[in-house]
């Protein structure tokens, strides 16, 4: 059987992640699992260590922060299977892997991600497409994303898709050189879809519904959150569109935010 090994990058939250992994263990599809703890507090992983020691889990504890990108490519090295998933400590998990394998081998497709709910049952846009050049002439230049946000009954095939559940085949994220980790945190995930679509990759968007507790590890952080944000924004524009866009792209969020 093939299998799916998963990466979770921790930032203090030890028993959110311990909840998942419970879930995630007893799952066939799921190979090795991986938590690579951030978290700035040793006391975190002591915890980690102490509430997955009877579990097949592997724990890679940092020195520092070095954000989701870095993490993530740190936990894929430790991995072993064809297919690897992201999943954010804040998903709740119900056994949804095969129906995504499934729907990988299916496709043939090379990143897959499901679809996103809050736990009310809200659905969460997280895929999309990228901007084309079109009447949009400044939503193309400043790579302004355009989102799905409507419920799906089949597969569609699209540009982007979130990383806080994404699987990806391993060649694939080997040939992309995995996450950009000069990414701190958010735009990653719209990054490595960037540069797949780019060199052929397909991505899909699947109707299986997956539930996620959205941005929990930031509420601990919200004003450093922010700001990695918005330098996310700044380097993903600057990289695929120019430092001028970027800085238009700046000037025109700033005005937004700050209108009315």
């Known amino acids: 059987m093939e299998k799916i090994d998963v990466v979770i990058v921790n930032y203090l939250q030890s ?12 799952e066939k599809t799921v190979g090795q699992i991986i938590v690579v703890d951030n978290s700035e507090d040793k006391g975190e992983a002591k915890r980690l260590k102490e509430n997955l020691d009877d579990l ?18 740190v936990g894929f ?22 129906q995504i394998l499934n729907g990988v081998r299916s496709l043939g ?7 996103m709910v809050d ?10 497409h990228f901007p084309k050049l079109s009447l949009k002439f400044w939503r193309y230049l400043l790579l302004w994303v355009e989102k799905i946000n409507h419920d799906i ?3 569609i095939r699209v540009d982007w898709v979130s990383g806080a559940f994404m699987v990806v085949r391993r060649d694939v994220f080997e040939a992309l050189s995995g996450f950009d980790k000069k990414f701190k945190l958010y735009y990653e995930d719209l990054d490595l879809c960037w540069r797949a679509k780019k060199n052929g990759f397909t991505i899909w968007y699947l109707p299986v519904k997956i539930v996620h507790l959205s941005h929990q590890s930031v509420k601990k952080n919200k004003d ?3 700001k990695w944000f918005n330098q996310s924004r700044f380097y993903f524009v600057k990289k695929h569109r120019g430092w001028l866009m970027a800085m238009i792209n700046k ?3 700033w005005i937004k935010a700050n209108s009315g």
């Open 15 to 26: 028993s959110t992640v311990t909840e998942l992994v419970e879930s995630l263990i007893k």
């Open 224 to 226: 450093q959150a922010n």
């Open 153 to 155: 009954n089949h597969p």
């Open 56 to 73: 097949k889990v592997k724990i890679v504890v940092s020195d520092e922060n070095l954000g989701f990108a870095a993490g993530s490519n």
């Open 109 to 115: 497709a090379d990143i897959v991600a499901p679809v």
């Open 119 to 128: 736990k009310k049952g809200n659905l969460i846009p997280t895929a999309g």
């Open 251 to 253: 000037m025109t969020n």
């Open 77 to 98: 090295k430790q991995t072993r299977s064809d297919y690897v998933a992201f999943v954010n400590p804040d998903i709740v998990y119900e056994g949804d892997l095969d």
